[in-house]
């Protein structure tokens, strides 16, 4: 497959290519280009003048080039949907379901965009200012580079590209080199739907080369899901150009039980939460913060829950649960579930490693110190569950960790609910349901190292648009 670089299809300038592996077989899908420096220097060239027309195009437009992308996405859904499971080795109903979203996501942008107005200060609204009026309006902040990972690829293509093209500015896909296929795929429609050369690119670029985009002084913004490492590193790069950023990064979310919690529903919400994308997901609940009088059975009931998740090949209907992105990934999760043993954590279910496949496993009696407990986050299908005796030890255990991306609290008093969630450390808290939410219209994001910055129908634009004052002096 070829990236899409100035409205074509094309090879790297060296010729290089590298191959795309199914994380589940261990077979070759697809070879992709192996993009360089200069590949990216052309996509930003090619971005910069392509974006000038871009902005000039009305917004309706715009909207009506992206429906017929919406259009083309659907003529092909299913074909998306096993290419992103074979990639990504995604159960093939949760690749459905991503590939569904690309609709919720683009529409929810395309529509917000027709009614992204401006504000008028009106003349007098300050002293001095009588026979002043100021507009304040927005405009488009230019090329975007969007870096995404590999778990939610059309998900976080979504909540990037869509709200940069609607804006009016050059978008420059930068996905994960695991899996890129679907996103390869997806650029291609935006071109044939009618996205004009170098408004939207995509490029199979290893992360050493990323760099080359997100140091170009004539990208304007980086908007970068990953890991919080990287994200650091990134904004270190950005600083140098006043590059602005939007930073969605790592999380090691609460998933707090009170004594007065519903069990059986934490325990439905924990497979939803922990086990959805064999545990691959920033805002999964990764630590399992559980009442004292309530551990034991909660433990109890999560085995029995897990051991009736159907657990194998991605390509099968019945699939629920499947193998981490590659093998490296489960031997990562394999040492750090050693680490949790050691530092006094007793398995219970799963522990063993496969290839790429990483039982779902569930670990009793971790202490509250333990790297698990605190800042060690683990991306996979692992459920540590850590005691404690009162409310006020719970929220110290959960905003110990440097992360505060999301969070969750179970109890049958929303007034305790309300308190716990308002001393949260996390840019969300949810109430009786795990930490795993995410929805398109929502301002998505991060306290602490979790990242800068929001994503979502109702703020993205904010992010991705410059303001602008025109002045009406001396108007009266």
């Known amino acids: 497959m070829q990236m899409i670089i100035n409205g074509k299809k094309a090879d790297s300038a060296s010729g290089q290519t590298f191959d795309i592996i199914a994380p589940a077989t261990g077979k070759v899908i697809d070879s992709v280009p192996k993009a360089n420096e200069q590949d990216i220097e052309t996509a930003i060239t090619a971005a910069v003048e392509g974006q000038k027309g871009w902005a000039k195009t009305p917004i309706s437009k715009r909207a009506e080039i992206l ?34 979203n690309i609709f919720i996501g683009f529409s929810g942008f395309i529509e917000h965009a027709k009614h992204y107005y401006g504000k008028i200060i009106p003349p ?20 975007v580079a969007c870096v995404i990972p590999f778990n939610f690829p059309c998900d976080l293509y979504d909540q990037k590209v869509a709200p940069a093209l609607m804006m009016g500015n ?41 760099t080359a985009a997100t140091s170009d002084p004539r990208v304007h913004l980086v908007t970068l899901t990953g890991s919080t490492e990287v994200g650091i590193e990134t904004a270190k790069i950005c600083a140098a150009n006043l590059t602005h950023t939007a930073l969605e990064l790592g999380g090691n979310d609460a998933f707090i039980v009170l004594d007065d919690g519903d069990v059986d529903l934490a325990v439905e919400e924990m497979i939803w939460g922990r086990m959805y994308n064999t545990g ?14 309530l551990k034991d059975e909660f433990a109890k009931k999560a085995v029995e829950r897990i051991k009736k998740l159907n657990y194998g090949d991605p390509s099968l209907e019945s699939t629920e649960i499947s193998c981490l992105i590659s093998e490296k990934a489960a031997i990562k999760v394999e040492k750090q579930v050693e ?87 996390a840019g969300a808290c949810v109430i009786n349901g795990a930490s795993f939410f995410r929805a398109f219209e929502e301002p998505f994001g991060g306290w602490k190292h979790s990242g800068i910055g929001t994503e979502g129908v109702m703020s993205t634009f904010d992010e991705m648009t410059r303001v602008k004052n025109v002045i009406l002096k001396n108007i009266y």
């Open 67 to 100: 429906y017929k992308f919406l259009d083309i996405v659907e003529q092909n859904r299913e074909s998306l949907a096993q290419t992103l499971s074979a990639e990504n080795g995604k159960p093939i109903n949760e690749a459905r379901a991503e590939i569904g």
């Open 124 to 143: 007098g609204t300050e002293a001095g200012q009588d026979n002043n009026m100021q507009l304040v309006t927005r405009e488009p902040i230019g090329v």
């Open 170 to 210: 050059a978008a420059i896909v930068l996905p994960s080199s695991d899996n890129p296929l679907t996103l390869m795929k997806l650029t291609e429609m935006l071109t044939d739907a009618g996205v004009p050369a170098g408004v939207v690119q995509c490029l199979t670029a290893p992360g050493s080369v990323k």
């Open 280 to 293: 691959q997901v920033c805002c999964a609940s990764k630590r399992f913060i559980i009442h004292n009088s």
């Open 339 to 425: 680490k949790v043993v050691a530092q006094g954590g007793k398995v219970i279910l799963g522990g063993k490693r496969n290839g790429a496949f990483y039982d779902p496993t569930v670990i009793v009696d971790v202490p509250k110190t333990a790297d698990v407990a605190i800042d060690d986050e683990i991306f996979g299908p692992v459920v540590p569950i850590i005691g404690f005796d009162t409310d006020e030890e719970a929220v110290e255990i959960a905003n110990s960790s440097k992360f505060g991306l999301s969070s969750c609290v179970f109890t049958a008093d929303q007034k305790r609910a309300f308190r716990i969630s308002k001393a949260m450390e």
